[in-house]
């Protein structure tokens, strides 16, 4: 069964920095491209970032660049997320999506783990 | 980056009724070399993670009921629900593949009337 599963939100001041996880299981993880995506509360979807299968192609939106760092390591099957000099309006769920193949774009998703940014 | 415009915001409609959701991209995600619409949808229930339900505008992932169907090209998009169920109220999402930065649109809640 194909599972992603992110960890690493929590509460953090603004300026403030975190690393994000997500570990994928149940498929070959090394073949897929994954994306963040994230989520403020009670509003909608947010592309974030995109990473190819073997790390050497990143997008991101304007809104992270400069700020955010997409990466992965094959070896123990976790796509990462670094977010750096956070800001209030970072304050949402993040989920880990897996990119699909045969005109699927983003086919499973995480459960998502929320990052709250205040003082 | 692409703009995703849906319409409308939020839809109530008597279960067994027909549910359309618009969605209307600034500009095309036809891909002219294999002729598919780089366009997907998803649902998102109260509590949960979006569940992918149309790729390529119009082809249904494995498990969706075929009460959900989805149609257009080019720049203008539409998910129909021929049938609602009361487990269909949920906020529905398009989003456009075409370009590396992906971008949805808005979302659109249905409810029941």
């Known amino acids: 069964e194909v599972q992603v599963v992110e960890s690493g939100g929590g509460l953090v001041q603004p300026g403030g920095s975190l690393r994000l996880s997500c570990a994928a299981s149940g498929f070959t993880f090394n073949r897929y491209w994954m994306h963040w995506v994230r989520q403020a509360p009670g509003k909608g979807l947010v592309w974030v970032s995109r990473?190819?299968?073997?790390?050497?192609?990143?997008d991101y939106a304007d809104s992270v660049k400069g700020r955010f760092t997409i990466s992965r390591d094959n070896a123990k099957n976790t796509l990462y997320l670094q977010i750096n000099t956070l800001r209030v309006e970072d304050t949402a769920v993040y989920f880990c999506?897996?990119?699909?193949?045969?005109?699927?774009?983003?086919?499973?998703w995480g459960q998502g783990t929320l990052v709250t940014v205040s003082s | 980056d692409i703009v995703m415009t849906q319409s409308p915001d939020s839809l109530a409609v008597s279960l067994g009724e027909r549910a359309t959701i618009n969605c209307k991209s600034s500009q095309s995600v036809l891909y002219r070399s294999n002729n598919k619409n780089y366009l997907a949808w998803y649902q998102q229930k109260v509590g949960q993670p979006p569940r992918l339900l149309i790729y390529w505008a119009s082809t249904r992932e494995s498990g969706v009921p075929d009460r959900f169907s989805g149609s257009g090209s080019g720049t203008d998009f539409a998910l129909t629900i021929s049938s609602l169920q009361a487990e269909d109220v949920a906020v529905y999402y398009c989003q456009q593949y075409y370009d590396a930065r992906r971008t949805f649109g808005q979302g659109t809640k249905v409810e029941i009337k």
């Open positions: 999506v897996r990119g699909g193949w045969d005109g699927k774009d983003l086919d499973y």
């Open positions: 990473i190819n299968d073997n790390g050497s192609d990143r």
